[in-house]
């Protein structure tokens, strides 16, 4: 008996791969290297069963505060002005840098800020987007759209939708780019979808960062990055299903992998990394969206896990290209 046979292949297909240490590879930052080689304890609680909503209240309520402390201080190195409103039944976090020049009073960034459909929600909503809006020198509107498990899907999506609306009183679309980052991604995607289908006017530009675009979690990375990205180490089944609440993950509002781009959608600039567990997701969305004719670029870094390095060169690299592209497509000024 060989060692591949204590490792059965499921249905008799697919490569073993012996236990081996990965290395942080040369190629990138001696900053990046370090967070690679020193990952962050992942001895997380596991998510509760799917149908003890008590239990996950508790869940999320201490994950979303920890984030929240972590996000403030990343934050304090961007200061902006934080204003809140209302959209429909959400709040809609204004966030105003300092960077904001007079002649781009009228551009925006419409934010879905990420945290696993569960996490993200309060002030935090507003934190994400900071470094963003102060390196583009454009304000932002976050949506806190409302979660599970008291506010399954299709709340978030609906919230989403109201967000826009409420952008759109006050800046002209091709003027609004929509962004959005893991969870955050593939729900930005997916309101764009919406958007187009109850004929909102499209926003002038779209970034999808590490998008989760497909909650079958059925691609490729899902896989081989599983342990290797030291960000986020497996799929988010869990919080997915609680998020979906019982519909078809492959619904486009849902999933936006499976829409149908050929109908139309703003130029966009998806970004990951080879080490990204959502790579697989960030390429099949986009080569859905160059199927369909859609300008679609495709930024991916080198050895970099979900989200980023959390402090290393790389990181301000990928903020800066997301502004570069924002400004670009949303002419701003200079």
């Known amino acids: 008996m060989t060692e591949q046979d204590d490792f059965p292949l499921p249905e008799g297909r697919g490569v073993y791969v012996p236990g081996k240490w990965v290395p942080a590879p040369m190629t990138i930052s001696p900053q990046a290297q370090a967070f690679l080689a020193n990952p962050v304890d992942a001895n997380v609680a596991y998510p509760p069963d799917l149908n003890d909503a008590e239990a996950w209240r508790a869940y999320i309520a201490e994950g979303n505060s920890h984030l929240t402390q972590m996000m403030a201080l990343r934050a304090q190195e961007h200061p902006c002005k934080i204003i809140e409103h209302a959209a429909g039944e959400a709040v809609l976090f204004e966030v105003v840098p300092e960077t904001l020049k007079a002649e781009d009073a009228g551009l925006a960034i419409f934010y879905v800020h990420g945290g696993a459909y569960i996490h ?51 800046f002209t679309p091709e003027r609004i780019a929509i962004v959005g980052g893991s969870a955050g991604g593939g729900l930005a995607a997916s309101l764009i979808l919406k958007l187009r289908d109850i004929s909102l006017p499209m ?76 790579l697989s997701n960030t390429v099949l969305l986009h080569r859905a969206m160059r199927k369909a004719g859609i300008d679609a670029d495709l930024h991916v870094w080198e050895a970099m896990p979900h989200a980023g390095f959390f402090g290393a060169p790389e990181d301000q690299e990928v903020l800066e290209e997301q502004a570069r592209y924002i400004r670009k497509r949303l002419n701003a000024s200079g």
């Open 120 to 170: 993200g929600s309060g002030i935090a909503a507003a934190y994400m987007v900071q470094s963003l809006a102060s390196a583009s020198g454009i304000r932002a509107l976050s949506i806190d759209y409302r979660m599970p498990p008291d506010h399954p899907f299709p709340v978030g999506l609906n919230d989403a939708v109201a967000g826009y609306r409420a952008a759109l009183e006050r």
């Open 203 to 278: 926003p002038g530009a779209c970034v999808l960062a590490t998008p989760e675009a497909d909650l079958t979690e059925a691609g490729d990375t899902f896989e081989t990055n599983q342990e290797i990205d030291v960000v986020l180490r497996r799929k988010l089944t869990p919080s997915v299903l609680l998020y979906a609440g019982g519909h078809d993950l492959r619904d486009p509002y849902l999933s936006a992998v499976f829409g149908d781009f050929s109908k139309g959608f703003p130029p966009t600039l998806l970004i990951s990394g080879t080490r990204d567990l959502f």
